[in-house]
């Protein structure tokens, strides 16, 4: 600014900035309770990197399937070499073996059928699954 002819304090500029334009304005922190035990899981694909497939050896990426129990934070991580559903389905398989919600695993034959039917997307899946897992866990607390 100066050297357009323009000379302040930095303390009017350092006001200046902070009230027009929100200079070291902090974010307003939004705190979000966690669900009950066992309600809810996070599943998230991430890439690893590459490892020598024993079968064929060769290169070839490599994916995490990523589980993660909202609110025990305990976590499973499933290895694969693609982001198809029957990698997924084989993630969950495995998840949920290692994070005992084996219920899931019974009705998971009658979940795939709309899903292969209307042609769903991997989240899609996913949501409907986790979806339909709540309002059975629900509905069973209900009877009790």
């Known amino acids: 600014m ?3 002819g323009c000379v302040v304090p930095y303390r009017t ?3 200046f900035a902070t009230e027009r334009c929100g200079f070291g304005r902090k974010d307003t922190t939004v705190r979000v309770v966690d669900g009950d ?6 599943i998230d694909f991430d890439y690893l ?3 020598v497939d024993p079968e064929s050896g060769r290169r070839r ?3 995490a399937l990523i589980f993660t129990a909202v609110y025990s934070r305990h976590m499973f991580v499933w290895l694969t070499y693609s982001q198809t ?3 997924v389905i084989a993630g969950c398989e495995a998840a949920w073996t290692f994070l005992k919600l084996g219920a899931l695993k019974d009705t998971l034959p009658e979940r795939l059928a709309p899903t292969r039917q209307h042609r769903l997307s991997h989240v899609a899946f996913l949501e409907l699954l986790l979806a339909d897992e709540g309002s059975r866990r629900e509905s069973r607390l209900a009877g009790l």
């Open 85 to 87: 559903l029957a990698a």
């Open 61 to 63: 990426k490599v994916h």
């Open 37 to 42: 035990p066992g309600s809810e899981c996070l």
């Open 13 to 15: 500029l350092h006001r």
């Open 49 to 51: 990197g590459c490892l």
């Open 2 to 4: 100066a050297r357009q």
